[in-house]
């Protein structure tokens, strides 16, 4: 046990490996805000009146909110001041296609082994990639649109589809839901859009690649899904970011938005700066999440895993309005040295005979200190609403912690709601069981440990499931017992 | 900017912010604390005085506290209490409590806080043995008393427990000796209601075993009032080595009963704290145990019941606090609401660093029998330790429509069949009690109180 112990912490005490700094100049607006500021980055992205507007109602309100103290993670406060609020890689236009892209950039792609190119022609995948706050390149367009599948940066379909939009935008997060949001709201850069029509099945898995690479520069992005009567698709979203010794904001907002009959998969494999040994530097990930469930039998599936980001913070949720509709969150979150993470979900049923599932795995090692936070909220009228939780939490060493706290309020005396929670370096119930199945203590213990995160990672698309498998940097199997 | 290990959070941690002030001033509460007798150790008046000034400066917690999320305080805080004459003015209805004194053991009976001065119905207490009303200990143990007060409910940032301190004047004291026995349980019984304006009591009860001492205590509160009646208790334990205490806390109470209670446990090496709460609310009620498992091979065995009909609220709160390794908690609470009830359960489970081979199991089950009622749980575990053994679940259903099938396929009316269920379902803690004279009265009293709100037949 000392030798796989020391393995492990061998392991996850690497250094980061994305940590390359891409030096591409860079158009970055006053570090500060102000309405300035907001109505500045609204004109550079050339927007309509009406999301001018909506910025500023939205940095209005946020200068009368107070950034919240309740989560279980602690950090140093942030100046608000001192991020730049939008930055943006110097390009004479927008490019066209692949070509046009600035090779450094293409250069960082191919450094997190993510080439667009390869992707293009080798894994089918469209790619609308983010570097810092601006959509570079987005591949794949036409055949998606043959669908009838509009997939663009934020930027795009704020000038293509500003209707849609419109109707859509902050009707799952508005502006107001939270301090994070708000700010959101008012200084969004950038970020993805797509829009599934009725009765349409994606044809592929969406993807988009954050990267956040200016030093002091916060990124919010903003991201809107919306799938109509019928409509499927899924969605993948991964992080990476280089070293850098401050902590950067990250406040982003997701929305999704399913009618009836639709379903969304979101997955997400988060792998930004944790921060070094000593906890310096590292992102900031305070994130807000949220789907809803507007058309009876829609489904909503969150899939995370969090190893990155010296905090996680964020609760991806599902609003169960629709009858029938169905939530579901698969999350791993790993912290190790001085990582901390705060992360679950909720899930509201409002609608009759809804139905969520919940299956959180944590695993702590070193000083990281991993929580679990969730509610199950079941309203009046959502008759025969079911739901499921499960949130199992490994520790590896005896300085992290692993906490949990569960909330669930049920005012329907038909629902039912269920909540199991384990903390322990290994089960000792799930081992017996095992042995006295007949199977040998090595054997369970193997089993028992490569499983621990199987059920969320079998949730993820083939692709990240594989980069997850890596990202964990840990092969957990036999490494414990 | 850098991040460092967080601060470890202690269970009584609350922010600065998050209370509120009394609707209508602290004026009754300062009332109060003059018109308490003076004739008590000058210590004692001082510390009054200091726990009113925490109290001055924090007020009531309000929701926007975590530990106060689903707990509304304005019930309390918009009323202005007195407190009960001294001595009461009436005295009891026999029938309304005689039926709570049930042990056969020692028993005191106090009427609005107030001690009664009973005729001994059993025989009489052994020497090491002492079972004095708070009053007559500072008279007598005033040394041990002044060494315990505070020491397992600290005067800190919990409003109820700063009021609590600043009004208190009565109480029980149970002290075993080392190595002392009791095979017979000793009751505590406390009479509230009677009053015709509002008032607020504050008792202060302790129960000390040395090392090696065993004994059960029964501690019940009941009464009626249809006039704001406010228990504000607490009671404080302090186990010594391998010391076994069961504890069985009863709450009948009924109409306008106020009551939060305190029961605040510190436990030495290989001490049992065996902890039975059955919970039959009036208007308002928070129940809340703490123990601090202070060394290895500590044990604290937590079962709770409550049963809530009509518009009343029924919060129960548990805090263990696994502070150093090898210590061991269960705990498994149940709740039936009906009505228009309300209904919180909050289990805290912390395993301090270093606290290994440390082992908590948790559990909530909740029916929830009428739409109009609510239930909020929030079983949570803080572990900074890895080597622990810890789960905790939450369940929140109604009756298994499989047993109701096969009971009515048996012949059981559909009314009947419900309310056999229902009744098992909560007698499950019932029967945990180790006294069946306990029990009985017990059974009686969910019999009770299930009758009086019978479970809907579905059509």
């Given amino acids: ?161 500003p209707e849609l939009v419109r109707r859509y935008l902050g009707t799952v997060v508005p502006y107001s839901d939270n301090f994070f949001a708000a700010l959101n709201s008012a200084v969004f850069s950038d970020g993805s859009f797509c829009f599934v029509p009725k009765g349409v099945r994606c044809p592929m898995e969406l993807s988009t690649y954050f990267r956040i690479n200016a030093a002091k520069t916060g990124q919010f992005e903003r991201t809107l899904i919306v799938a109509e009567e019928g409509a499927y698709v899924s969605y993948l979203e991964g992080c990476t970011a280089p070293m850098r010794d401050e902590n950067q904001l990250h406040a982003a907002v997701v929305e999704l938005i399913a009618l009836e009959g639709a379903e969304i998969k979101y997955s997400t494999v988060q792998n930004w700066y944790p921060g070094d040994k000593e906890g310096r530097g590292g992102i900031y990930n305070f994130v807000t999440k949220r789907g809803i469930c507007l058309g009876r039998r829609s489904k909503i599936s969150w899939t995370q895993v969090e190893t990155g980001s010296a905090i996680t913070w964020k609760y991806p949720s599902v609003i169960l309005r629709g009858d029938e509709s169905v939530g579901e969150f698969y999350s791993v979150a790993l912290t190790n040295h001085y990582q901390q993470a705060d992360t679950g979900t909720k899930m509201i049923h409002l609608g009759r005979g809804t139905r969520s599932t919940i299956l959180s795995k944590a695993i702590s090692a070193g000083h990281g200190q991993n929580s679990y936070r969730g509610l199950v909220k079941v309203m009046r009228g959502a008759e025969r609403a079911r739901n499921y939780t499960q949130c199992d939490s490994l520790l590896i060493g005896d300085r992290c912690g692993a906490h949990t706290f569960p909330y669930m309020e049920v005012r329907n005396s038909s629902a039912i709601v269920e909540h199991e929670a384990t903390t322990s370096k290994i089960s000792e119930e799930q081992l017996f069981y095992c042995q006295s199945r007949g199977i040998s203590l090595e054997d369970a213990v193997s089993m028992i440990v490569s499983g621990f995160c199987r059920q969320v990672f079998q949730e993820l698309p083939m692709e990240f499931a594989v980069e997850a498998h890596k990202l964990m940097g840990v092969s957990l199997e036999g490494a414990i017992g | 900017m850098s991040v460092r290990g967080r601060a470890i959070p202690t269970p009584d941690s609350m922010s600065a912010s998050g209370f509120i002030p009394p609707l209508q001033g602290f004026g009754s509460y300062e009332n109060a604390f003059g018109q308490l007798s003076q004739s008590v150790p000058a210590w004692l008046q001082q510390l009054r005085a200091a726990a009113l000034d925490t109290f001055r400066q924090l007020g009531f917690p309000s929701q926007r506290l975590e530990d106060w999320k689903y707990t509304d305080t304005t019930p309390i805080a918009r009323e202005v209490f007195q407190l009960p004459r001294r001595p009461p003015a009436t005295e009891p209805r026999a029938e309304l409590w005689e039926p709570w004194v049930f042990s056969g053991g020692a028993a005191m009976v106090f009427f609005q806080g107030w001690p009664l001065p009973l005729q001994p119905v059993a025989p009489p207490l052994p020497d090491e043995v002492s079972l004095l009303s708070l009053q007559d200990a500072l008279a007598k143990e005033e040394a041990l008393v002044r060494g315990l007060l505070g020491t397992s409910a600290p005067l800190n940032e919990q409003s109820f427990t700063a009021l609590n301190t600043a009004l208190l004047d009565e109480g029980a004291w149970v002290r075993l000796a080392p190595g002392a026995r009791l095979a017979t349980p000793i009751q505590l019984l406390f009479v509230g209601g009677s009053v015709e304006h509002p008032t607020i009591l504050c008792p202060r009860n302790f129960i000390v075993l040395g090392d090696g001492a065993e004994a059960t205590v029964i501690e019940c509160w009941i009464g009626e009032s249809s006039v704001p009646f406010l228990t504000n208790g607490i009671t404080e334990v302090v186990l010594g080595e391998e010391a076994h205490l069961t504890h069985v806390r009863i709450l009948a109470e009924r109409e306008a009963m106020l009551h939060m209670g305190l029961t605040a446990v510190r436990q030495s090496r290989g001490s049992t704290f065996r902890s039975q709460v059955i919970t039959f609310p009036g208007q308002w009620t928070r129940v809340e145990i703490h123990t601090r498992l202070e060394a290895p091979a500590a044990t604290a065995l937590l079962d709770g019941l409550f049963v809530a009909n009509g518009s009343s609220f029924v919060d129960h709160h548990t805090t263990i606090d696994h502070a150093q390794g090898a210590t061991t908690s269960r705990q498994l609470y149940k709740g039936v609401l009906n009505g228009a009830s309300h209904g919180v359960f909050n289990g805290k489970v912390f395993v301090r660093p270093g606290a290994l081979k440390s082992d908590a199991q948790q559990m909530n089950k909740n029916l929830l029998l009428s739409d109009d009622a609510e239930i909020d749980t929030k079983p949570q575990l803080e572990i900074f330790a890895d080597d622990v053994k810890c789960s905790h679940g939450a369940a929140i259903g109604q009756l298994d429509e499989e047993a109701l099938f096969y009971l009515r396929s048996r012949g059981v009316a559909a009314g009947d069949a419900r309310h056999m269920l229902i009744y098992g379902f909560a007698n499950e803690i019932v029967e945990r009690v180790p006294w069946e004279n306990a029990r009985r009265r017990l059974r009686a009293a969910l019999q009770e109180r299930l009758a009086t709100a019978p479970p809907e037949d579905p059509a």
């Fill in chain 1, 1 to 161: 046990m000392p030798t796989s112990t020391a393995k492990i912490e061998e392991i996850v005490s690497r250094e980061y490996q994305h940590g390359f700094y891409t030096p591409i100049e860079e158009e970055t607006v006053p570090a500060g805000l102000n309405e300035d500021i907001v109505r500045l980055i609204s004109a550079k992205k050339n927007e309509p009146q009406w999301l001018t507007e909506w910025r500023l109602k939205a940095y209005r309100h946020w200068l009368t909110m107070r950034e919240p103290t309740w989560q279980n993670v602690r950090y140093q406060p942030i100046d608000y001041d001192a991020i730049h609020y939008y930055s943006a890689p110097k390009m004479k236009k927008q490019p066209k296609s692949l070509d046009e892209v600035d090779p450094e950039l293409l250069r960082t792609y191919e450094k997190l082994g993510i080439p667009l190119r390869e992707q293009e022609l080798l894994a089918g995948v469209a790619v609308d990639a983010v570097f810092d706050s601006v959509s570079v390149a987005t591949t794949f367009k036409e055949k998606l649109a043959e669908h009838g599948v509009i997939f663009c940066s934020f930027s795009e379909a704020v000038q293509n589809y």
